[in-house]
């Protein structure tokens, strides 16, 4: 069996690639990364260590690299023949990766009658099909009719914390032993070929947005606390008992909405939060704010992780303080290095606090939310 998998980072290899080396699937690689794929190719091997006492370690094999700006060729032809081709490059991304999986598809469709999956594991509410819309750009309508008829589009959700890598080889990854990858059953074409390690549910709504409102919101509201606190990373952030009560608060808030809206047990869910703040304290693992942080303007987007369950919350007339306050310091993440934040600092210096927050997350620049935000913005400058 063979998978294409665009992204070989820190999901790519360290997640996608070991589960995927282990259900027996030749590997291969597609990044912008020639470094990276350079690697792949020299070394066709790497390792995955479990941040944990004992560092159990892993080693992930029969796989190569492609470049996907220089072997264009090679990648089309690797997407005709694959049995699954999934996605780690970011949610942004997947419009420029679009045209080449299209060129792929293309190909396929007329060499090969096998049904395909294709499978974008990126942070996003239906991250697939943020990728499907984008790759029917490039087909004609015959060519979107066989799509539709051969190659699924399934959603799915992705868990497992990979911080940046400091490894002596640069292809090795440092992992959480935690893993969860959950894809949406009902969009799958013919069978996927087997993969111990997905979850294949019938409601990956409930799925995605339980996992994307605790463990992605929790982790945003920590790292924006701590890096409003000078902490460098999530670990020192969570020792804190005034940040570690601000995530809390907020994942208090999700928790009432994720009850509510999909009938989680509320008992259970305490649980799942306690879990995921456990994981945010790995000892064994630095995870520094600003990684957890990056890309402000992505992470106060309408469909994610602060503004979703604010909006969703409010619907049901809640006001949910902690998450609103989270926005704020997601406004005041001002990281130098992070090109988003400051694009972001720009705006809100140039037009205002609620024109750039409207901006950004797509809101009215009435919505009460906004107004809601600029009251607790207003209080800290
Ligand atoms: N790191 C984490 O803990 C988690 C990350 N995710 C999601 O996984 C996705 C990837 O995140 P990471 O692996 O952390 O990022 P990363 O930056 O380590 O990996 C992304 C890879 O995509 C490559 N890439 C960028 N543009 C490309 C292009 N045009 N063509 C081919 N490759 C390209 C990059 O060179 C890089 O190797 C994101 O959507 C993220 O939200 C999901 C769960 C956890
Ligand atoms: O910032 P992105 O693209 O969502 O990816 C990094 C993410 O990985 C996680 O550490 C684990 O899923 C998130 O909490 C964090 O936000």
Avoid at 40 to 47: A, D, L, P, R, T
Avoid at 232 to 251: A, F, N, W
Avoid at 262 to 287: S, V
Wanted: proline share 4%.
């Amino acid at each position: 069996m063979i998978a294409v998998h665009f992204g070989a980072g820190n999901i790519g290899r360290g997640f996608i690639g070991k589960i995927l080396a282990e259900s027996d699937y030749e590997m291969t690689f597609v990044d912008v990364n020639a470094e990276i794929i350079d690697g792949i190719n020299e070394h066709k091997m790497y390792q995955v260590f479990y941040a944990e006492e004992d560092r159990r370690s892993f080693t992930v094999s029969n796989i190569r690299g492609l470049h996907s700006q220089h072997q264009e060729e090679e990648v089309v032809q690797a997407i005709a023949q694959a049995d699954l081709l999934t996605t780690a490059v970011g949610a942004h991304i997947l419009p420029h990766i679009a045209p080449l999986i299209a060129k792929g598809l293309k190909k396929r469709l007329v060499e090969n009658n096998h049904p395909l999956n294709v499978i974008a594991c990126e942070n996003a509410i239906g991250g697939t099909d943020q990728l499907k819309q984008a790759v029917l750009k490039h087909l004609d309508p015959v060519e979107v009719n066989d799509l539709n008829r051969l190659i699924g589009f399934p959603n799915a959700a992705v868990d497992r914390i990979v911080p940046n890598q400091n490894q002596e080889n640069i292809l090795d990854v440092l992992v959480e032993p935690f893993f969860e990858w959950v894809v949406d059953k009902r969009a799958v074409k013919g069978t996927i070929p087997p993969v111990e390690d997905i979850h294949f549910v019938e409601d990956l709504d409930a799925f995605i947005e339980r996992k994307l409102f605790t463990v992605n919101t929790g982790h945003a509201l920590a790292a924006y606390s701590g890096y409003q606190a000078g902490k460098p990373t999530v670990q020192e952030s969570l020792l804190d008992p005034v940040i570690k009560e601000k995530v809390l608060q907020g994942l208090k808030e999700t928790g009432q909405l994720l009850c509510e809206k999909h009938g989680f047990d509320p008992i259970q869910h305490q649980g799942y939060i306690e879990k995921i703040l456990e994981r945010f304290t790995n000892p064994y693992l630095t995870d520094e704010v600003t990684r957890v942080a990056r890309q402000p303007i992505k992470k106060l987007g309408l469909n994610e992780r602060l503004i979703s369950p604010v909006k969703q919350l409010m619907t049901r007339k809640i006001v949910p303080y902690g998450l609103l306050t989270g926005i704020v310091a997601a406004l005041q993440y001002d990281f130098s290095e992070d090109a988003e934040a400051v694009e972001l600092q720009k705006k809100i210096k140039q037009h205002g606090v609620k024109v750039a927050l409207s901006e950004v997350s797509g809101l009215a620049e009435d919505d009460e939310i906004i107004d809601q935000v600029f009251a607790l913005y207003s209080e800290t400058v």
